[in-house]
């Protein structure tokens, strides 16, 4: 019989090996995935956090500008302040969410995937008009992954401008 020199093939020692380094590599890059697109979900909520977190601010900017009936200078926890259109209008922070009471009814004005940590009023006065601060700090509920420590600390200053009857 003759003996077959040239083998052309793997031994089940070398398939064990190449199999075993294809198993690490490939649980490396799915972790790396995974890992990838909760990053990703999480920055994504983060960018709704902020998105709202603006449109509230806007909201209380246009009504403070044209506001009357101020507190007097100082810091506060809660704004009480009559509105262009004659209105008493609150704005407070409870339950982590920016509230706001106008004709005796509360609603809340931030969604309730935002965590609202710190809302204050600073009031000052140029010139005799009021000039009201708003300082807060935003982030996400304590319980989201990997993500709940970080925060937005947002400040916007809006000048009172009277509207002129």
Do not use: C, H, W
Request: hydrophobic share 40%; glycine share 4%.
């Amino acid at each position: 019989m003759k003996k077959i020199q040239n083998q052309k093939g793997f031994t089940v020692a070398e398939l064990l090996v190449a199999m075993a380094i294809f198993a690490v590599v490939i649980s490396i890059a799915s972790t790396i995935f995974i890992r990838s697109l909760r990053a990703q979900r999480a920055v994504v909520k983060l960018i709704e956090v902020n998105e709202n977190t603006s449109i509230t601010l806007e909201r209380l900017a246009r009504e403070i500008r044209t506001g009357t009936d101020f507190p007097s200078s100082g810091t506060y926890q809660d704004l009480t302040f009559t509105n262009a259109r004659g209105e008493d209008v609150r704005y407070f922070l409870s339950e982590n969410r920016i509230q706001e009471t106008i004709y005796g009814q509360t609603l809340p004005l931030t969604a309730e995937g935002v965590y609202v940590d710190n809302l204050e009023f600073v009031i000052g006065a140029t010139n005799q008009v009021p000039r009201v601060t708003i300082l807060l700090q935003v982030g996400l509920p304590e319980n989201t992954q990997d993500i709940s420590e970080v925060k937005s600390q947002i400040q916007t200053t809006v000048s009172v401008r009277p509207l002129n009857n």
